[in-house]
């Protein structure tokens, strides 16, 4: 019993508490995970064909099962030797760049560590990725600005939701997504440590710039996550500590004398120069990367936009290709795949002219001419979103015993839940998102709260957004083509939006009190306070009326 005690008390010192929280919880996921994987039988998602073009870059191949690719997970890989156009993004030549390719090799390293005969086996690539779950989460609770007891429920939240069947079986595939959603906690966490005092570090800064440029990085797709990082990097003045301590031993010797308005927002101006210089060059890092991309997948975005989404929403193609200033003569695409023009032949006419010419702002232009395509084409994506996983990839093994294409529910708690909204889609999740977007806000710029509660405010505020520019980013790029995989981010960032508003309830707890401001920051007296809040105020006046009436009574 003494060493209970005297663990208990070591565990209770609160320099401790968060980082022995943080651990455990870290462990306790990557267990969970692993259990959720693999207990019963190992489940994963089948190749949809993408998987080939990181493959191949490890020199490997899959080993024939004797059954159609989409029907089972096919986790083995035997060595095979790759030449030119063999691997390359679509037969082009030109190689298929994702920081996925970091976490499968290093699953091809581990493979004979774990016994496997053959050269890699995707079942340790989901030990890899189970692995760097526990450390987001563990980030995660770390730098969460709440009670302990919120933070285990915030991190609980997103661990169910990231184990829920519509997410987890692709830590089990040759594909690049597994790699985007580490990076998108990755970014939480970063967010979270970078928002929650009122001054940044140039490394807080950099570490969020890391966690983009792995998300960007696995899928270009997610490039619209600048739309919530980019004003939450510039939001907070940078604080160099060395100049800091400077500044303030030269204040204690000559007192400066208070700053006008135009003084303060230069100064203000300046101190967020680091962050947008920074800001610069993460977009520009991005930009070249999505742009060093093959032009292949360029062309597969627009045909798949053109021919399988405007057209077969309209009722004109002929009208709709001239309004884009495409040969007429091509209308016999619609409704088409790009699979449509593979294989010999010569190019139609006017194809050329097609590629050359088509850009994402002539698509938007058609689209703003049309406004009703535009709801057109966002009911099929926010039907896509409730469908939330790819029903033609089938989720098991060759051994497992289940029937081709089977998928399995082992954790539905999302994905019974966005079956739920279909019926209501356009009122759900539009409330979902915009409410977020708008009770962030609020909380972001709320004065009687403190810059650790606001940080859970700009963080609603960076899911929302990444939310919305993520669903507009697949609508614009792929269209309708395989709308309900491309829409895995849009799901899992609305997942990550419910943990969040939980965490949003325990800022909402924290206006008010004055033990959220830093020593020295006096408590703001605007703004008016909800009923319980008034409540609190009186406890605490009275408290301190108390303390000087005591101090009032002693003798001197």
């Known amino acids: 019993m003494t060493a209970v005690r005297r663990t208990w008390s070591w565990l209770a010192e609160p320099g401790r508490r968060i980082p022995v929280v943080s651990t455990a919880l870290g ?45 089972y997970l096919n986790p083995v890989y035997d060595t095979h030797v790759w030449y030119g156009e063999a691997c390359s993004a679509g ?87 597994p790699a985007a959603i580490i990076g998108m906690l990755l970014i939480v966490a970063a967010l979270l440590r970078l928002l929650r005092r009122n001054f940044v570090t140039v490394a807080d800064l950099l570490l969020v710039s890391a966690a983009v440029l792995w998300t960007v990085m696995a899928k270009t797709q997610t490039i619209t996550m600048f739309a919530g990082v980019l004003p939450a990097m510039l939001v907070r003045p940078v604080r160099f500590p060395w100049l800091a301590k400077l500044r303030r031993t030269r204040r204690e010797l000559c007192p400066e004398p208070p700053r006008g308005l135009r003084r303060r927002a230069l100064v203000g101006a300046l101190r967020r120069t680091p962050a947008v210089v920074i800001c610069g060059l993460l977009v520009f890092g991005c930009v070249q990367f999505a742009s060093s991309q093959s032009r292949w997948l360029t062309e597969i975005y627009h045909f798949h936009q ?49 590629l050359d010419d088509m850009s994402m ?82 909380l972001a710029l709320h004065r009687r709260l403190g810059a650790a509660g606001r940080s859970i405010g700009w963080l609603l505020v960076a899911l929302s957004l990444n939310t919305v520019a993520q669903l507009a980013s697949v609508l614009l790029s792929d269209g309708l083509n395989d709308i309900v995989k491309h829409s895995i981010f849009v799901v899992y960032s609305t997942f990550l939006l ?58 001197v």
Request: glycine letters at 10%.
């Open 361 to 442: 702002t002539r698509i938007a232009g058609f689209y703003a001419t049309h406004p009703a395509r535009i709801f057109a084409v966002l009911d099929r994506g926010l039907d896509a979103v409730t469908q939330a996983r790819p029903g033609y990839l089938g989720n098991y093994t060759p051994d497992s015993g289940k029937p081709a294409y089977s998928q399995e529910n082992r954790v539905f708690a999302g994905g019974a839940l966005f079956t739920l909204f279909r019926p209501v889609r356009w009122v759900v999740f539009p409330v979902l998102w915009l409410g977020s977007l708008a009770l962030g806000a609020w």
């Open 306 to 354: 053109v021919f399988g989404t405007i057209l077969p929403l309209g009722s004109d193609p002929r009208q709709d290709l001239r309004d884009l200033g495409v040969d007429e003569s091509l209308a016999r695409y619609d409704g088409e795949s790009i699979l449509a023009l593979s294989g010999p032949g010569e190019v139609p006419q006017g194809y050329r002219e097609f």
């Open 91 to 177: 037969g082009t030549g030109e190689p298929y760049l994702s920081s996925q390719w970091y976490f499968l090799w290093l699953a091809k390293l581990l493979t004979p560590v774990f016994g496997f005969d053959h050269a890699l086996d995707l079942r340790v690539l989901g030990v890899v990725v189970s692995v760097f779950f526990g450390l987001a989460i563990g980030l995660i609770c770390a730098a969460l600005p709440l009670p302990v007891w919120v933070r285990v429920l915030v991190v609980s939240l997103i661990g169910l939701f990231t184990a829920d069947s519509t997410i987890a079986p692709y830590f089990v595939s040759p594909l690049s997504e």
């Open 27 to 71: 462990v306790l996921w990557t267990v969970i995970m692993l259990a959720r994987l693999f207990v019963g039988g190992a489940v994963g998602l089948a190749d949809n064909f993408d998987g080939h073009r990181l493959m191949c870059q490890l020199q490997v191949a899959a080993v024939p099962n004797g059954h159609d690719t989409w029907a």
């Open 498 to 555: 419910f943990p969040a508003l939980v965490a949003a309830l325990g800022a909402i707890d924290k206006i008010g009190r004055p033990d959220q401001f830093l020593p020295g920051q006096k408590l703001p007296n605007t703004g008016v306070p909800w009923p319980w809040q008034r409540r609190r105020a009186r406890h605490v006046t009275g408290a301190v009326r108390g303390g000087e009436r005591e101090r009032e009574l002693e003798p």
